[in-house]
């Protein structure tokens, strides 16, 4: 099983940007779907981003599209996501996750994923 580790969280003011970084050891990402998921205070975790094996395709949640990109360096074995025009609404912590199924351009479940980060807070103040 692939092992995961997110950096880059912090504090940040509304419309400003965040690169969270997710680091993975134990094997290489390369076959893996990776996907971005966050979770607010009392919410469930809730789908943000996916790209494919190679990075060609990616998908995301209405809310972030036009302002988040996912990419991956497969040669790093880690996955990125880009966060512009951060808002308040945009405060969770973000989780980094893998999959071994094919990759859909679709929202994405938890249950999709079998390999999870611990985390990195993003905080947005207005």
Known sequence: ???LVESGGGLVQAGGSLRLSCAASGRAISS???AWFRQAPGK???FVATISWSGGRAYYTDSVKGRF???RDNT???VYLQMNSLKPEDTAIYYC???TYP???AVASPT???????GTQVTVSS
């Open 103 to 105: 990759y859909r351009a």
């Open 76 to 78: 790093k074995n880690t």
């Open 69 to 71: 990109t996912i990419s």
């Open 1 to 3: 099983q692939v092992q």
């Open 112 to 118: 999709d994923f079998g390999s999870w980060g611990q």
């Open 44 to 46: 469930e975790r809730e």
């Open 32 to 34: 893996y779907t990776m």
């Open 97 to 99: 996750a893998a999959g």
